[in-house]
């Protein structure tokens, strides 16, 4: 599988990953609508989510053209204790496996959210909720 390759299919999955969890009901009336970022930008209310750090690797074999992506989603609140972020850990693990993520021309072969975790933040003064996402994706064949 070619560096464009994996590249395509990563942006395919963040562009799934965003649609599916911005489109959520349950989801957006916790954040709030447009708090789903791939970029924060300043200033923003919390809490909202951002798509953070991701990774992919070529396991392609013979007429196999595969790739391995992690990554992970993550929740930002300043509310008082862990209670906020667990649910909105809760909630988007919910809205992510309630169907198949279209990445078409890709074909999804695997999706899983293997970990999840809370942290204190800045001080103690946020929590930070990581949901973390691992996919194996297929290439079509040209």
């Not at 989510?49 to 989603?73: I, N, W």
């Not at 204790?81 to 850990?89: D, N, T």
């Not at 890709?106 to 899983?112: E, G, P, V, Y």
Request: aromatic residues 6%; contains cysteine.
């Amino acid at each position: 599988m070619s560096a464009e390759e994996m590249g395509s299919a990563a942006l395919a999955l963040q562009q799934a990953l965003f649609t599916r969890l911005s489109s959520d009901a349950a989801l957006t009336a916790k954040l709030g609508a447009g708090r789903i970022y791939d970029a924060v930008p300043e200033g923003a209310a919390l809490p909202f989510a951002v798509l953070g750090d991701s990774d992919e690797a070529d396991l392609s074999a013979s007429a196999l053209c595969l790739a391995r992506h992690e990554g992970q989603v993550s929740f930002w609140s300043k509310a008082a204790g862990r209670a906020e972020a667990k649910e909105l850990l809760s909630l988007a693990r919910t809205a992510l496996l309630a169907a198949p993520l279209d990445i078409a021309p890709f074909r999804l072969i695997d999706f899983t959210l293997p970990r999840a975790e809370v942290v204190l933040a800045e001080k103690n003064s946020r929590r930070e909720g990581r949901l973390f996402w691992r996919a194996l994706v297929e290439t079509p064949q040209s």
